[in-house]
């Protein structure tokens, strides 16, 4: 076989599998947005506007050898690909690595980062304006938004409703325990085992007062934000030309991150049918297999790298920059963080330096790293729920 190989989707697992290939194959990375947006960090370009340069990097110094082709998948078959413009990508290995949408601000709904730049400016306004918040969505997304919130405006009412019983299931007891504890401190009202009655009668983001009725009494607030509603992007694999989707649109893979009855496709991030939490770390880990076997299979040898979900669930869920809970694997089992932990893993920079140095450049804001201080004093910081294209550890 050739060298050429198309990785449809830029974002944490696509641009990482590409880097890795980069010296060994001949690489196409076919991405619509104009920068990569690291998503971990729309929650705090939200509330700090002046930060939200921080999680956008241009593309352009991603590869070496490789290029970047500004498009849209509309079909894959086992040749290579269709685009939306109708121009075909011949490729010898194909990587399946386009992420999944999740509603704003969690993740970006634009292709174009001066577009994104202006949502978060305009979103962030709405919600300076407002006194009390809902959030719709008891997830990581909803939970660290609200952490967010409180690490600027201490004193907005931040009122979270999920029709679940209890948060982060699936995880040990002390960690609850301590984000619980954390959320009262914040003053964060749960109500949990709630659903709304009907939908919101304003756009989420936008600032306007309402009252509405959920099954544990009314609701009264300014704004709202949903933090809830994941959606696999894979409509490019609509006609079945290399594999029929799960009912949740996901695409099986072999534990080499094959897909499923295809020696030269792969699959990883957020498609994946594999049995974990959809993070942003477990995508680049999946980048790591992928490159390792298709450069194997470029050489002639047998692809022999494997992945395997960790049976600990793993989670770093900053509360803010200063706060936070986690939980990681250990020799003796999974290991509780407190928040000093999860502040120096993630909190306090959400992993910018990472992503500075894959893409080989500073990012387009005017500074690297966060602030250590917001107005007012306070300090600065993928489950279904979590995008992954989502939050790392």
Known sequence: MGRTVAVIGGGYGGAAVAKALDQDTDVVLIESKDAFVHSAGSLRALVRPDWAGNMFFPYDRLLQRGKVVRERAASVDPGGVTL????????????????????????????????????LRAAHAELASADRVLITGAGPVGLELSGEIKAVWPDKSVTIVDPAGRLVPGFLPEMREDLHRQLDALKV???????????????????????????????????????HGVSV??????????????????????????????????????ITDLAEAKMAGHAMRHAEVVAENIIAQVRGER??????????????????????????????????????AVSEYKGADLFIGRFTELFGRTPTGARTEAPTEAPNGASTDDGPDHRTDSRTP
């Not at 085992?193 to 756009?203: A, D, K, N, S």
């Not at 490019?236 to 996901?250: A, E, K, S």
């Open 84 to 119: 939306a413009s109708g121009e075909r990508v011949d490729a010898d290995y194909l990587v399946l690595a386009s992420g999944s949408d999740y509603p704003f601000p969690a993740k970006m709904d634009t292709d174009l980062s001066s577009e994104a730049l202006e949502s």
């Open 303 to 340: 692809p022999t790298a494997v992945y395997r979900p960790s049976p600990v669930p793993s989670i770093l869920l900053p509360l803010g920059p200063s706060g936070g809970v986690g939980q990681v694997p250990s020799p003796d089992g999974p290991a509780v963080l407190p928040a000093q």
């Open 233 to 270: 992007n894979g409509h490019y694999l609509g006609d079945g030309l290399v594999t029929t989707r799960t009912p949740q649109g996901r695409v099986r893979v072999t534990e080499t991150l094959k897909v499923d009855g295809h020696d030269h496709i792969y699959a990883l991030g957020d």
């Open 189 to 227: 009202e749960l109500r949990l085992g709630t659903t709304l009655t009907e939908e919101p009668p304003t756009e989420p983001g936008r600032a306007k007062t309402f009252t509405i009725g959920t099954t544990g009494g009314e609701v009264t607030a300014d704004i709202w934000f949903r933090c």
